[in-house]
């Protein structure tokens, strides 16, 4: 779900986050304390500050279906406090109860949580439009939708105005109250309607839940169907929150160190932080590999968190998350990184990255690196994947690739920007106007098999002996192993006169060298122009705000407010502000504030601390965010949404490696 934004620093402020010390979670005076469900709850009723006299606990009988008002009291509380322990310790909590009453409304509850019905590569989004929202509020409320649009305008958040509206409206007749599966099954149908009247009908579903809403039910329903809940839970946290659950409550057939019956002994902070961290990384390693909660929570309740991995495999027509690779800025960086140990450098394609699976059933599944299904896109590989495993014994295989546009008759590599031009879905073969070619460095899986485990030189051998080259439409990345760090540089300035970006080097022998799915690794390095040319990585960065040109720009936006994202906070801080427009002096807040979706790639001379801007404020300096200096257009990526742009954690990485880089260089200076 898109994250809240963080304003320029000259905005009204937030409320800083704080970070939790350790020792604050320290036994005290020596005594031991204990971590069970009854304390989570307690430091979850502890949240609401000022909110004690209510009723934070909501309660139903076992096996009953959750009330909606379960979730919705979690996000009042999660919404009451910035500090990340505290959310997870919250949201921990509120699923331990779904867990010991109604484990099967686990999933939903989940889902609802991250603002989603359904996994990315499902296709089913909510994101409604607010159009539809204010037409439904007003239908709910009685009032014409002209009054809900001039609330809209004055509040700021729809969410709010669905519960002001309707707190003077009596029912007159009993309505049943919502449950969490209720709920998420009506989000489920209104996004997956479509056809002319899949306006209406999705107003009505809306129409009905906001009737049956009860207290702050609607606030939340509303900013979940917008795609803004706005509370900083991020799916990190609620990642960490499901993993404590079920070290809390383990399943009676567990083989884990803490086994039945439920609920389990109570452990100390210290046993509980461990086991907790132990089952967080299984759970993402299992959720890389099987992104669907509704395959990955039912294996939780059965089976050890341990086992995680090994019962979530690799599945052909379910994408993983990729690995990625981090900046560098030349060639002696790489050297001295990898040292000795062996590796390759391949091509780094100006394309577009894409996992390719071919199934048993000999069908084609083709996903972007944001796990969405871009099959509908690419027609042609569709088309020609059979032929590449033809005769090779293939039943299922998974394949890293980069789809690069390319000029048929002499098969040169054409720039990224050509290939953006091709439509989303729905793409005919015969309507086919930029043709492509797959470039293939990596397989993960064959005939059932995961191969992630398996070092590099192995998966490459396993990739070229099973698939064939297609001129011009498929082929192996062109690479070298090389032997020095000028057959390195040789083959880097070879890339570039072939219309690549650069290159990547990679690990290629031993656990180094194995498949990190959803991981960022040092051990692959991407080496580009830009960095040679002393630029910094390229940047993945949110639109927010715009400002209204001036003179001959009147009519346009003459400059844009872009953002990364902090992954930990679900929030967008704010990195720099990219047009040649002249901003008014006065409180630098843009004319115009957009919804967090569209993602631009930004190349930038290098990185500053500023104090205007949000992104890592009070994390690199006490009173200073970072900012870009000298930003400039790349192109749009419309392959990605607005939570897989930079995260504020690179930015703040790339600019460390900035002031070492610096800090050499002027200790080189000073010695000469």
Known sequence: MAGALQAPRSCPPKEEKEEEEEDQE??????????????????????EGGRGDEDVHVEWKEGEPVPFSHLS?????????????????????????????????????????????????????????????????????GHETSKIKEEYKKVGDLGQVAVATRRNQLSLSPVRALTVRSVFEAMKSAAAIEGSESVKQRRDIILCLLVAARGNESLWITRILQGKLRVGLAEPSVISALAATFVLHPPASSSSSFPSPLPPPSLSPEEFKKESS?????????LAQQPCYETVVPILLEHSYQQLPVLCPLTPGVPVKPMLAHPSRGVSEVTKRFGNKTVTCEYKYDGERSQIHWLEDQKVKVFSRN?????????????????????????????????????????????????????RKNVQLSSLKVDVCVFAFDILLLNGESLMRRPLIERRQILRQNLREVEGRFKFVSSIDPTSPEDMEEFFQVALQDSCEGLMIKSLEGEPSQYAPDKRSREWLKLKKDYIEGMVD????????????RGKRTGVYGAFLLACYNSETDEFETVCKLGNAKVPEGPNQ????????TVW???????????????????????????????????????????????????????????????????DASTS
């Open 26 to 47: 320290q036994p005290e005076g020596g005594k031991e304390q204990r971590v069970s469900e009854e304390e989570g709850r307690a430091s979850a009723g502890a949240a």
């Open 73 to 141: 009291s979690t996000l009042d509380r999660v919404q009451g406090t910035s500090k990340r322990l505290e959310i997870i310790s919250i949201v921990t909590a509120a699923l331990s109860t779904v867990r010991r009453l109604t484990p099967d409304d686990l999933v939903p509850f989940v889902y609802i949580m991250l603002g989603r019905v359904a996994p990315p590569f499902k296709g089913l989004e909510l994101g409604v439009g607010d159009s539809v929202l204010v037409q439904a509020i007003a239908a709910a409320s």
């Open 278 to 286: 132990i089952a967080t990384e299984a759970l993402k390693e299992a």
């Open 371 to 423: 796990s969405e299904d871009t099959t509908g896109k690419f027609p042609d590989i569709v088309e020609l994947l059979p032929k590449i495993v033809e005769g090779g014994g293939v039943k299922s295989a998974i394949l890293d690739c980069e789809v690069v546009a390319v000029e048929r008759a002499t098969n040169r590599i054409l720039p990224f920007q050509i290939l953006s031009t091709r439509a």
């Open 538 to 549: 390229t940047f993945d960065l949110v639109v927010v705000g715009a400002w209204q040109g």
């Open 590 to 597: 843009p004319d115009v504030w957009f919804d967090p979706s």
């Open 601 to 667: 790639e930004i190349s930038a001379a290098d990185l500053s601390l500023s104090p205007q801007h949000t992104a890592c404020y009070g994390v690199v300096h006490a009173s200073r965010g970072i900012a870009l200096r000298f930003p400039r257009f790349v192109r749009e990526r419309e392959e990605k949404g607005a939570s897989q742009a930079t995260t504020s954690q690179q930015v703040k990485e790339i600019f460390s490696q900035q002031r070492n880089v610096q800090s050499g260089e002027e200790s």
